[in-house]
């Protein structure tokens, strides 16, 4: 009887404290561009950069731009400004779309990533940087689920209390 008790109470705690796991829905978002995106620009920009809606964290930050050749326009490190997200850019070459990539971590840690992109009509002389097709620092994963960690200690603690009424008996 004691069995029956021990293994529905480990259960019960086990759902309740999967029950009360929610996902977080307030991550930062990107809510400005320079240039915007779609712009179509005669002149090539000295920075592009990403405004969000909270601070960003400098550590991990990574923006680049490619160009319509397939090559790297910005140089340098990204540059982290409260909430803004920066970096240089080359002096751009052909005409075409410019697509500016963009990863960043906020202040809640969560990581952010996405990308925009620009119209160059009138081409420039610029020299560009390597191929964008070299392999990229992977992204950070989210990280395992917690469920199996919670159903684990609900075990254990269950394997505990059972263990321990056994031995007063």
Known sequence: MRLLAVA???????????AGAGTASAHATRIAADPADGATLTQAPDRVGATFNEAMQSAFAA???VGPDGNLWSEGEPEVQGAVV?????????A????????????????????WSFE????????????????????????????????????????GAWWAARRRT
């Open 8 to 18: 529905l109470t480990s259960f019960l705690l086990a759902v309740s404290a999967l």
């Open 63 to 65: 923006m680049t731009v």
């Open 86 to 94: 920066s970096v240089s850019v080359r002096p751009l070459g052909p």
């Open 96 to 115: 075409g779309r410019y697509t500016v990539n963009y990863r960043a971590t906020s202040a809640d840690g969560h990581v952010v990533s996405g990308s």
């Open 120 to 159: 160059l009509t009138v081409g420039g002389t610029g020299t560009p940087g390597p191929s964008a097709e070299a392999p990229s620092p992977a992204v950070p994963s989210e990280g395992p689920p917690v469920w199996p960690f919670v159903v684990g200690a609900c075990l254990i603690v269950g394997a």
